[in-house]
Protein backbone atom coordinates (compact mmCIF):
# COMPACT_ATOMS: atom_id res chain seq x y z
CA UNK A 1 0.00 0.00 0.00
CA UNK A 2 1.39 3.67 -1.08
CA UNK A 3 1.42 6.53 0.63
CA UNK A 4 -1.07 8.12 -0.51
CA UNK A 5 -3.80 5.04 0.11
CA UNK A 6 -1.92 4.67 3.78
CA UNK A 7 -1.93 8.04 4.67
CA UNK A 8 -4.82 8.73 6.57
CA UNK A 9 -4.32 12.80 6.59
CA UNK A 10 -5.58 15.31 9.05
CA UNK A 11 -6.43 18.68 8.96
CA UNK A 12 -7.80 20.54 11.53
CA UNK A 13 -10.10 23.58 10.09
CA UNK A 14 -10.21 26.51 12.41
CA UNK A 15 -13.03 28.48 11.30
CA UNK A 16 -12.65 31.45 13.31
CA UNK A 17 -14.01 34.95 14.39
CA UNK A 18 -11.76 35.45 17.21
CA UNK A 19 -9.44 33.01 17.29
CA UNK A 20 -7.99 30.58 20.25
CA UNK A 21 -7.80 33.15 23.69
CA UNK A 22 -11.91 34.27 25.05
CA UNK A 23 -15.17 33.16 24.75
CA UNK A 24 -17.81 31.52 26.28
CA UNK A 25 -19.52 28.14 26.37
CA UNK A 26 -22.18 28.65 24.23
CA UNK A 27 -25.31 26.42 23.63
CA UNK A 28 -25.15 26.67 19.95
CA UNK A 29 -21.97 28.51 19.77
CA UNK A 30 -22.81 30.15 17.44
CA UNK A 31 -20.64 33.45 18.24
CA UNK A 32 -17.64 31.40 17.93
CA UNK A 33 -17.06 30.89 14.01
CA UNK A 34 -18.12 33.53 11.37
CA UNK A 35 -19.20 30.90 9.27
CA UNK A 36 -21.57 30.04 11.88
CA UNK A 37 -23.27 33.77 12.24
CA UNK A 38 -23.08 33.18 8.30
CA UNK A 39 -25.72 30.88 8.70
CA UNK A 40 -27.84 32.72 11.32
CA UNK A 41 -28.55 34.92 8.16
CA UNK A 42 -31.00 32.68 6.92
CA UNK A 43 -33.44 32.52 9.70
CA UNK A 44 -33.20 36.30 9.91
CA UNK A 45 -34.19 35.93 6.07
CA UNK A 46 -37.23 34.12 7.30
CA UNK A 47 -38.18 36.09 9.67
CA UNK A 48 -38.17 39.35 7.13
CA UNK A 49 -40.62 37.78 5.54
CA UNK A 50 -42.78 37.39 7.81
CA UNK A 51 -42.66 40.31 9.03
CA UNK A 52 -43.20 41.89 5.41
CA UNK A 53 -46.30 39.78 5.36
CA UNK A 54 -47.63 41.04 8.65
CA UNK A 55 -46.58 44.78 7.23
CA UNK A 56 -48.36 44.50 4.11
CA UNK A 57 -51.90 43.16 6.36
CA UNK A 58 -51.49 45.95 8.56
CA UNK A 59 -50.96 48.57 5.85
CA UNK A 60 -54.17 47.22 4.11
CA UNK A 61 -55.91 47.44 7.32
CA UNK A 62 -54.84 50.85 8.15
CA UNK A 63 -55.84 51.92 4.61
CA UNK A 64 -59.26 50.45 5.07
CA UNK A 65 -59.43 52.07 8.22
CA UNK A 66 -58.56 55.63 6.67
CA UNK A 67 -60.84 55.12 4.11
CA UNK A 68 -63.71 54.45 7.09
CA UNK A 69 -61.74 57.90 8.85
CA UNK A 70 -62.43 59.87 5.65
CA UNK A 71 -65.85 58.82 4.57
CA UNK A 72 -67.35 59.72 8.22
CA UNK A 73 -65.30 62.92 8.14
CA UNK A 74 -66.98 63.91 5.23
CA UNK A 75 -70.24 63.59 6.54
CA UNK A 76 -68.98 66.10 9.37
CA UNK A 77 -68.45 69.04 7.29
CA UNK A 78 -72.04 70.01 7.52
CA UNK A 79 -73.04 69.16 10.75
CA UNK A 80 -77.11 69.70 9.88
CA UNK A 81 -77.14 67.28 6.78
CA UNK A 82 -76.46 64.01 8.48
CA UNK A 83 -79.89 65.42 10.72
CA UNK A 84 -81.65 66.84 7.60
CA UNK A 85 -81.76 63.74 5.50
CA UNK A 86 -83.14 60.81 6.64
CA UNK A 87 -80.88 58.64 4.86
CA UNK A 88 -77.91 60.04 6.48
CA UNK A 89 -79.75 59.90 9.65
CA UNK A 90 -79.94 56.46 9.22
CA UNK A 91 -77.00 55.75 8.18
CA UNK A 92 -75.67 57.97 11.35
CA UNK A 93 -77.77 55.43 13.63
CA UNK A 94 -76.06 52.73 12.02
CA UNK A 95 -72.77 53.94 12.30
CA UNK A 96 -72.72 54.43 16.01
CA UNK A 97 -75.02 51.04 16.56
CA UNK A 98 -73.02 48.80 14.85
CA UNK A 99 -70.13 49.83 12.36
CA UNK A 100 -67.61 51.53 15.18
CA UNK A 101 -68.56 48.52 16.97
CA UNK A 102 -67.12 46.37 14.00
CA UNK A 103 -63.79 48.73 13.82
CA UNK A 104 -63.04 49.11 17.32
CA UNK A 105 -63.46 44.82 17.94
CA UNK A 106 -61.87 43.72 14.49
CA UNK A 107 -59.75 40.75 14.50
CA UNK A 108 -57.78 41.83 11.59
CA UNK A 109 -55.13 43.22 13.87
CA UNK A 110 -55.21 40.23 15.90
CA UNK A 111 -54.95 37.66 13.23
CA UNK A 112 -52.10 39.39 11.44
CA UNK A 113 -49.79 39.99 14.66
CA UNK A 114 -51.10 36.34 15.56
CA UNK A 115 -49.90 34.95 12.10
CA UNK A 116 -46.15 37.07 12.84
CA UNK A 117 -46.27 35.44 16.07
CA UNK A 118 -46.93 32.38 15.07
CA UNK A 119 -44.52 32.45 12.03
CA UNK A 120 -41.92 33.88 14.54
CA UNK A 121 -42.38 30.17 16.86
CA UNK A 122 -41.41 28.13 13.68
CA UNK A 123 -38.22 30.15 13.44
CA UNK A 124 -36.88 30.16 16.78
CA UNK A 125 -35.74 27.04 17.10
CA UNK A 126 -32.90 28.12 14.70
CA UNK A 127 -31.96 31.12 16.30
CA UNK A 128 -29.14 32.01 18.69
CA UNK A 129 -29.09 31.28 21.85
CA UNK A 130 -28.33 34.06 24.91
CA UNK A 131 -25.36 32.51 25.51
CA UNK A 132 -24.66 33.43 22.20
CA UNK A 133 -24.88 36.76 22.82
CA UNK A 134 -22.97 36.84 25.33
CA UNK A 135 -20.00 35.35 23.51
CA UNK A 136 -20.54 37.77 20.95
CA UNK A 137 -20.16 40.76 23.45
CA UNK A 138 -17.25 39.00 25.12
CA UNK A 139 -15.65 38.84 21.55
CA UNK A 140 -16.26 42.71 20.79
CA UNK A 141 -14.78 43.67 24.31
CA UNK A 142 -11.81 41.17 23.38
CA UNK A 143 -10.87 43.53 19.80
CA UNK A 144 -11.57 45.92 22.16
CA UNK A 145 -8.43 45.12 24.30
CA UNK A 146 -6.45 43.76 21.91
CA UNK A 147 -6.26 46.47 18.98
CA UNK A 148 -7.03 49.25 22.14
CA UNK A 149 -10.45 49.98 19.85
CA UNK A 150 -11.90 52.98 21.29
CA UNK A 151 -15.43 52.38 22.46
CA UNK A 152 -17.37 55.63 20.83
CA UNK A 153 -15.35 54.61 17.59
CA UNK A 154 -16.81 51.15 17.62
CA UNK A 155 -20.65 52.50 18.35
CA UNK A 156 -20.39 54.92 15.43
CA UNK A 157 -18.93 51.74 13.21
CA UNK A 158 -15.30 52.63 12.97
CA UNK A 159 -12.14 51.13 14.23
CA UNK A 160 -9.56 53.42 16.04
CA UNK A 161 -7.07 52.76 18.37
CA UNK A 162 -6.46 55.26 20.55
CA UNK A 163 -3.31 55.88 22.88
CA UNK A 164 -3.64 59.32 24.67
CA UNK A 165 -4.29 62.03 22.24
CA UNK A 166 -3.16 59.79 19.16
CA UNK A 167 -5.70 58.17 17.21
CA UNK A 168 -5.14 55.39 14.26
CA UNK A 169 -7.78 54.15 11.88
CA UNK A 170 -6.79 50.35 11.67
CA UNK A 171 -9.47 49.12 9.63
CA UNK A 172 -11.85 51.64 7.48
CA UNK A 173 -15.34 49.87 6.49
CA UNK A 174 -17.12 50.38 3.43
CA UNK A 175 -19.80 50.85 4.86
CA UNK A 176 -20.51 52.50 8.70
CA UNK A 177 -22.77 50.22 10.34
CA UNK A 178 -23.40 52.37 13.84
CA UNK A 179 -24.73 50.32 17.23
CA UNK A 180 -27.95 51.77 19.27
CA UNK A 181 -28.20 52.88 22.55
CA UNK A 182 -29.59 49.38 23.12
CA UNK A 183 -26.58 47.73 21.18
CA UNK A 184 -24.20 49.17 23.92
CA UNK A 185 -26.45 48.86 26.47
CA UNK A 186 -26.50 44.73 26.13
CA UNK A 187 -22.48 44.55 26.02
CA UNK A 188 -22.18 46.36 28.62
CA UNK A 189 -24.63 44.42 30.83
CA UNK A 190 -23.04 41.60 29.55
CA UNK A 191 -19.63 43.18 31.16
CA UNK A 192 -21.87 43.96 34.42
CA UNK A 193 -23.47 40.36 34.57
CA UNK A 194 -19.70 39.15 35.14
CA UNK A 195 -18.60 41.68 37.79
CA UNK A 196 -16.27 43.22 34.70
CA UNK A 197 -16.48 46.93 35.78
CA UNK A 198 -13.44 47.61 33.50
CA UNK A 199 -15.34 46.85 30.40
CA UNK A 200 -19.00 47.74 31.43
CA UNK A 201 -18.93 51.18 32.39
CA UNK A 202 -17.43 52.87 29.10
CA UNK A 203 -19.97 50.84 27.25
CA UNK A 204 -22.95 52.03 29.50
CA UNK A 205 -21.62 55.41 29.34
CA UNK A 206 -22.21 55.31 25.51
CA UNK A 207 -25.70 53.56 26.06
CA UNK A 208 -26.32 56.64 28.44
CA UNK A 209 -25.46 58.95 26.01
CA UNK A 210 -27.23 57.72 22.93
CA UNK A 211 -30.18 57.30 25.56
CA UNK A 212 -29.87 60.65 26.71
CA UNK A 213 -29.88 62.19 22.79
CA UNK A 214 -32.97 59.74 21.53
CA UNK A 215 -35.28 60.25 24.98
CA UNK A 216 -39.01 60.18 24.25
CA UNK A 217 -38.51 58.49 20.86
CA UNK A 218 -39.96 54.48 21.16
CA UNK A 219 -38.24 52.00 18.90
CA UNK A 220 -40.14 48.63 19.17
CA UNK A 221 -36.72 46.45 19.40
CA UNK A 222 -35.38 47.54 22.25
CA UNK A 223 -34.95 45.96 25.31
CA UNK A 224 -33.48 48.75 27.59
CA UNK A 225 -34.24 52.17 27.95
CA UNK A 226 -31.96 55.42 29.73
CA UNK A 227 -33.34 54.50 33.21
CA UNK A 228 -32.18 51.09 32.77
CA UNK A 229 -28.71 52.60 31.76
CA UNK A 230 -28.77 54.44 34.19
CA UNK A 231 -29.16 51.98 36.86
CA UNK A 232 -26.87 49.89 35.90
CA UNK A 233 -24.20 52.48 35.23
CA UNK A 234 -24.28 53.63 38.69
CA UNK A 235 -24.24 50.77 40.52
CA UNK A 236 -21.11 49.93 38.12
CA UNK A 237 -19.52 53.40 39.13
CA UNK A 238 -20.19 52.55 42.86
CA UNK A 239 -18.73 49.14 42.49
CA UNK A 240 -15.51 50.76 40.79
CA UNK A 241 -15.37 53.20 43.84
CA UNK A 242 -16.49 56.22 42.19
CA UNK A 243 -19.07 57.42 44.81
CA UNK A 244 -19.61 60.58 43.42
CA UNK A 245 -20.11 59.61 39.89
CA UNK A 246 -22.95 56.85 41.56
CA UNK A 247 -24.75 59.53 43.04
CA UNK A 248 -25.06 61.96 40.21
CA UNK A 249 -26.59 58.86 37.88
CA UNK A 250 -28.71 58.28 40.90
CA UNK A 251 -30.32 61.52 40.78
CA UNK A 252 -30.59 61.54 37.05
CA UNK A 253 -32.85 58.26 37.56
CA UNK A 254 -35.02 60.08 39.56
CA UNK A 255 -35.85 62.55 37.77
CA UNK A 256 -37.15 60.17 35.55
CA UNK A 257 -38.65 58.04 37.62
CA UNK A 258 -39.23 59.73 41.11
CA UNK A 259 -41.22 57.04 42.23
CA UNK A 260 -38.25 54.56 42.59
CA UNK A 261 -37.66 53.64 46.33
CA UNK A 262 -35.04 51.57 45.71
CA UNK A 263 -33.32 54.02 43.72
CA UNK A 264 -33.70 56.72 46.20
CA UNK A 265 -32.45 54.48 48.99
CA UNK A 266 -29.31 54.49 46.39
CA UNK A 267 -29.13 58.05 47.03
CA UNK A 268 -29.20 58.28 50.62
CA UNK A 269 -26.74 55.69 50.87
CA UNK A 270 -24.19 57.45 48.56
CA UNK A 271 -24.93 60.98 49.80
CA UNK A 272 -24.08 59.33 53.54
CA UNK A 273 -20.86 57.59 51.78
CA UNK A 274 -19.27 61.23 50.69
CA UNK A 275 -20.28 62.88 54.00
CA UNK A 276 -18.61 60.47 56.19
CA UNK A 277 -15.71 60.45 53.75
CA UNK A 278 -15.42 63.68 51.39
CA UNK A 279 -12.07 62.95 49.53
CA UNK A 280 -14.07 59.87 47.31
CA UNK A 281 -16.15 62.94 45.80
CA UNK A 282 -13.02 64.04 43.63
CA UNK A 283 -11.32 60.95 43.82
CA UNK A 284 -10.25 59.31 40.42
CA UNK A 285 -11.55 55.84 40.25
CA UNK A 286 -8.90 53.59 38.51
CA UNK A 287 -10.13 50.26 37.21
CA UNK A 288 -7.72 47.57 36.73
CA UNK A 289 -8.54 45.32 33.91
CA UNK A 290 -9.42 41.72 34.66
CA UNK A 291 -6.57 39.34 34.54
CA UNK A 292 -5.94 36.59 31.97
CA UNK A 293 -4.48 33.62 33.88
CA UNK A 294 -4.31 31.68 31.22
CA UNK A 295 -2.15 34.06 28.95
CA UNK A 296 1.32 35.36 31.27
CA UNK A 297 2.38 37.18 28.39
CA UNK A 298 -0.69 39.20 27.44
CA UNK A 299 1.18 42.52 26.74
CA UNK A 300 3.69 41.25 24.07
CA UNK A 301 0.87 39.12 22.77
CA UNK A 302 -1.40 42.14 22.10
CA UNK A 303 1.66 44.24 21.04
CA UNK A 304 2.34 42.00 18.63
CA UNK A 305 -1.13 41.30 17.50
CA UNK A 306 -1.44 45.45 17.30
CA UNK A 307 1.24 45.13 14.35
CA UNK A 308 -1.28 43.22 12.29
CA UNK A 309 1.93 41.47 11.10
CA UNK A 310 3.42 44.07 9.50
CA UNK A 311 7.60 43.52 10.49
CA UNK A 312 9.19 46.31 8.24
CA UNK A 313 12.54 45.72 9.89
CA UNK A 314 12.46 42.72 8.00
CA UNK A 315 13.56 43.40 5.16
CA UNK A 316 16.90 45.39 6.77
CA UNK A 317 18.12 41.38 7.94
CA UNK A 318 19.86 40.13 4.87
CA UNK A 319 20.12 36.27 6.16
CA UNK A 320 16.25 36.63 6.13
CA UNK A 321 15.38 35.95 2.10
CA UNK A 322 13.02 34.49 -0.53
CA UNK A 323 14.01 31.62 -2.82
CA UNK A 324 12.07 28.87 -4.78
CA UNK A 325 12.00 25.84 -3.11
CA UNK A 326 12.22 22.33 -4.23
CA UNK A 327 13.51 20.23 -1.65
CA UNK A 328 15.59 18.69 -4.46
CA UNK A 329 11.86 16.52 -4.76
CA UNK A 330 10.92 15.46 -8.27
CA UNK A 331 6.97 16.08 -7.39
CA UNK A 332 8.42 20.18 -7.24
CA UNK A 333 11.11 20.22 -9.58
CA UNK A 334 8.61 21.67 -12.54
CA UNK A 335 6.81 23.98 -10.36
CA UNK A 336 8.87 24.60 -6.89
CA UNK A 337 7.30 26.84 -4.14
CA UNK A 338 7.83 30.02 -3.86
CA UNK A 339 9.60 30.70 -0.13
CA UNK A 340 9.94 33.11 1.93
CA UNK A 341 12.09 32.86 5.19
CA UNK A 342 10.30 34.84 8.28
CA UNK A 343 12.77 34.16 11.04
CA UNK A 344 15.76 32.52 12.09
CA UNK A 345 15.86 31.02 15.68
CA UNK A 346 12.96 30.11 15.75
CA UNK A 347 12.86 29.14 12.21
CA UNK A 348 9.70 30.19 10.30
CA UNK A 349 8.84 30.00 6.62
CA UNK A 350 6.18 30.82 4.68
CA UNK A 351 5.37 29.48 1.41
CA UNK A 352 3.43 30.95 -0.70
CA UNK A 353 0.71 30.00 -3.53
CA UNK A 354 0.87 26.50 -1.62
CA UNK A 355 -2.61 25.78 -2.34
CA UNK A 356 -4.88 27.45 -5.35
CA UNK A 357 -7.89 29.13 -5.00
CA UNK A 358 -10.10 26.26 -5.54
CA UNK A 359 -8.14 23.40 -3.25
CA UNK A 360 -8.98 25.99 -0.28
CA UNK A 361 -12.15 26.50 -1.10
CA UNK A 362 -12.89 22.69 -1.40
CA UNK A 363 -11.29 22.25 1.78
CA UNK A 364 -13.18 24.49 3.30
CA UNK A 365 -16.42 22.76 1.65
CA UNK A 366 -15.55 19.66 2.93
CA UNK A 367 -14.91 20.38 6.61
CA UNK A 368 -17.93 22.94 6.83
CA UNK A 369 -20.66 20.32 7.67
CA UNK A 370 -18.12 18.83 10.36
CA UNK A 371 -17.47 21.90 12.51
CA UNK A 372 -17.20 21.46 15.90
CA UNK A 373 -16.03 23.41 18.85
CA UNK A 374 -12.30 23.28 19.19
CA UNK A 375 -11.18 21.15 21.91
CA UNK A 376 -7.81 21.31 24.24
CA UNK A 377 -6.10 18.53 25.95
CA UNK A 378 -6.74 18.21 30.19
CA UNK A 379 -4.84 15.03 31.16
CA UNK A 380 -6.92 12.15 29.11
CA UNK A 381 -9.74 14.36 28.19
CA UNK A 382 -10.39 16.89 25.43
CA UNK A 383 -11.93 19.64 26.60
CA UNK A 384 -14.28 22.89 25.31
CA UNK A 385 -12.86 25.89 27.59
CA UNK A 386 -13.60 29.78 27.85
CA UNK A 387 -10.28 30.62 26.28
CA UNK A 388 -10.44 28.84 22.75
CA UNK A 389 -13.27 29.99 20.74
CA UNK A 390 -12.31 28.46 17.33
CA UNK A 391 -14.22 25.46 15.59
CA UNK A 392 -12.05 22.77 14.18
CA UNK A 393 -12.85 19.51 11.89
CA UNK A 394 -10.98 16.21 10.79
CA UNK A 395 -10.70 15.50 7.26
CA UNK A 396 -8.84 11.87 6.16
CA UNK A 397 -7.46 11.82 2.60
CA UNK A 398 -10.32 9.18 1.80
CA UNK A 399 -12.40 11.87 1.90
CA UNK A 400 -11.67 13.79 -1.32
CA UNK A 401 -8.62 13.03 -3.66
CA UNK A 402 -7.09 16.26 -3.48
CA UNK A 403 -6.43 15.96 -0.03
CA UNK A 404 -4.06 13.20 -1.06
CA UNK A 405 -2.59 15.52 -3.40
CA UNK A 406 -1.70 17.96 -0.98
CA UNK A 407 -0.03 15.41 1.57
CA UNK A 408 1.88 14.30 -1.27
CA UNK A 409 3.09 17.83 -1.36
CA UNK A 410 3.19 18.27 2.39
CA UNK A 411 5.63 15.61 2.43
CA UNK A 412 8.01 16.62 -0.71
CA UNK A 413 8.30 20.18 0.52
CA UNK A 414 9.46 19.07 4.36
CA UNK A 415 11.07 15.81 3.90
CA UNK A 416 8.74 14.36 6.29
CA UNK A 417 7.38 10.92 6.58
CA UNK A 418 3.94 11.84 7.18
CA UNK A 419 2.29 8.79 7.07
CA UNK A 420 0.60 7.51 9.99
CA UNK A 421 1.27 7.06 13.26
CA UNK A 422 3.73 10.09 12.46
CA UNK A 423 1.19 12.28 11.53
CA UNK A 424 -2.26 13.29 13.45
CA UNK A 425 -5.41 12.40 11.72
CA UNK A 426 -7.00 12.16 15.02
CA UNK A 427 -6.90 14.10 17.97
CA UNK A 428 -8.99 12.60 20.71
CA UNK A 429 -7.98 9.89 23.53
CA UNK A 430 -9.07 6.76 21.24
CA UNK A 431 -6.62 7.31 18.47
CA UNK A 432 -4.47 5.39 17.12
CA UNK A 433 -1.85 8.42 17.99
CA UNK A 434 -2.19 7.95 22.02
CA UNK A 435 -1.78 4.18 21.60
CA UNK A 436 0.86 3.87 19.33
CA UNK A 437 2.97 6.81 21.24
CA UNK A 438 4.40 8.58 17.84
CA UNK A 439 6.60 10.86 20.30
CA UNK A 440 5.82 14.94 20.69
CA UNK A 441 4.92 17.36 17.39
CA UNK A 442 8.52 18.03 15.46
CA UNK A 443 6.84 20.13 13.33
CA UNK A 444 3.72 22.35 12.13
CA UNK A 445 2.60 22.92 8.67
CA UNK A 446 0.02 25.68 8.53
CA UNK A 447 -2.25 26.45 5.33
CA UNK A 448 -4.16 30.07 5.30
CA UNK A 449 -7.32 29.15 3.27
CA UNK A 450 -9.01 32.62 3.69
CA UNK A 451 -7.34 36.23 3.85
CA UNK A 452 -9.34 38.61 6.22
CA UNK A 453 -9.46 42.05 6.25
CA UNK A 454 -7.79 43.12 9.25
CA UNK A 455 -6.59 41.50 12.16
CA UNK A 456 -6.09 37.76 12.83
CA UNK A 457 -2.33 37.59 13.11
CA UNK A 458 -0.35 34.49 14.58
CA UNK A 459 1.52 35.72 17.11
CA UNK A 460 5.09 34.30 18.22
CA UNK A 461 4.99 35.26 21.52
CA UNK A 462 8.72 34.09 23.07
CA UNK A 463 9.94 34.96 19.99
CA UNK A 464 8.68 38.72 19.62
CA UNK A 465 7.22 38.50 16.38
CA UNK A 466 4.00 38.01 14.17
CA UNK A 467 2.78 36.73 10.83
CA UNK A 468 0.14 38.29 8.96
CA UNK A 469 -2.66 36.20 7.05
CA UNK A 470 -1.32 35.35 3.66
CA UNK A 471 -4.60 33.24 1.40
CA UNK A 472 -3.40 30.05 -0.14
CA UNK A 473 0.11 30.58 1.63
CA UNK A 474 1.32 27.65 4.71
CA UNK A 475 3.51 28.84 7.66
CA UNK A 476 6.04 25.97 8.31
CA UNK A 477 8.47 25.44 11.70
CA UNK A 478 9.98 23.07 13.74
CA UNK A 479 8.55 22.18 17.27
CA UNK A 480 11.36 20.31 18.50
CA UNK A 481 14.99 20.95 18.13
CA UNK A 482 17.03 18.35 16.71
CA UNK A 483 17.93 17.16 20.52
CA UNK A 484 14.28 16.71 20.78
CA UNK A 485 13.91 19.36 23.21
CA UNK A 486 10.95 21.87 22.86
CA UNK A 487 11.42 25.01 21.25
CA UNK A 488 9.89 27.14 23.74
CA UNK A 489 10.17 30.44 21.44
CA UNK A 490 7.74 28.78 19.15
CA UNK A 491 4.38 29.36 21.23
CA UNK A 492 2.17 31.14 19.24
CA UNK A 493 -1.40 32.20 19.69
CA UNK A 494 -3.50 33.13 17.23
CA UNK A 495 -4.55 37.49 17.19
CA UNK A 496 -8.60 37.90 16.79
CA UNK A 497 -9.41 38.79 13.26
CA UNK A 498 -10.84 42.36 13.68
CA UNK A 499 -13.02 41.75 10.04
CA UNK A 500 -13.27 39.30 7.95
CA UNK A 501 -13.18 35.63 8.21
CA UNK A 502 -10.03 33.14 8.81
CA UNK A 503 -9.99 29.66 8.05
CA UNK A 504 -6.61 27.35 8.70
CA UNK A 505 -5.74 24.11 8.09
CA UNK A 506 -2.84 22.30 10.31
CA UNK A 507 -0.91 19.45 9.82
CA UNK A 508 0.72 18.16 12.91
CA UNK A 509 3.72 15.87 12.17
CA UNK A 510 5.37 14.12 14.58
CA UNK A 511 9.03 13.03 16.09
CA UNK A 512 9.00 9.03 15.57
CA UNK A 513 9.66 8.04 12.14
CA UNK A 514 11.08 10.66 11.45
CA UNK A 515 14.68 9.74 12.72
CA UNK A 516 16.57 9.29 9.34
CA UNK A 517 14.56 12.68 7.66
CA UNK A 518 15.61 14.71 10.60
CA UNK A 519 18.70 13.80 12.19
CA UNK A 520 19.34 14.26 15.80
CA UNK A 521 21.76 16.52 17.33
CA UNK A 522 23.49 16.81 20.86
CA UNK A 523 24.22 20.02 20.17
CA UNK A 524 20.61 22.00 21.76
CA UNK A 525 21.17 24.96 19.52
CA UNK A 526 20.27 22.68 16.66
Known amino acids: MGLAARLAALLALLALRAEDLLGAAAREDTFSALTCVARALAPERRLLGLLRRYLRGEEARLRDLTRFYDKVLSLHEDPAAPVANPLLAFTLIKRLQSDWRN???????????????????????????????????????RLQDVYMLNVKGLARGVFQRVTGSDVTDLYSPGRIFSLT????????????????????????EEAVSLFRGSYGEWKTEDEASLEDA?????????????????????????????????????VLKYERLLAESPHQAVAEAVIQRPRVPHLRTRDTYEGLCQTLGSQPIHYQIPSLYCSYETNSSPYLLLQPIRKEVIHLDPYVALYHDFVSDSEAQKIRELAEPWLQRSVVASGEKQLQVEYRISKSAWLKDTVDPMLVTLDHRIAALTGLDVQPPYAEYLQSPSSPLYRMKSGNRVATFMIYLSSVE??????????NFSVPVVKNAALFWWNLHRSGEGD??????????????KWVANKWIHEYGQEFRRPCSSNPED
Open 103 to 141: VVHSLEASENIQALKDGYEKVEQDLPAFEDLEGAARALM
Open 181 to 204: ADDCFQIGKVAYDMGDYYHAIPWL
Open 230 to 266: LDHLAFACFQAGNVSCALSLSREFLLYSPENKRMARN
Open 454 to 463: AGGATAFIYA
Open 488 to 501: GDTLHAGCPVLVGD
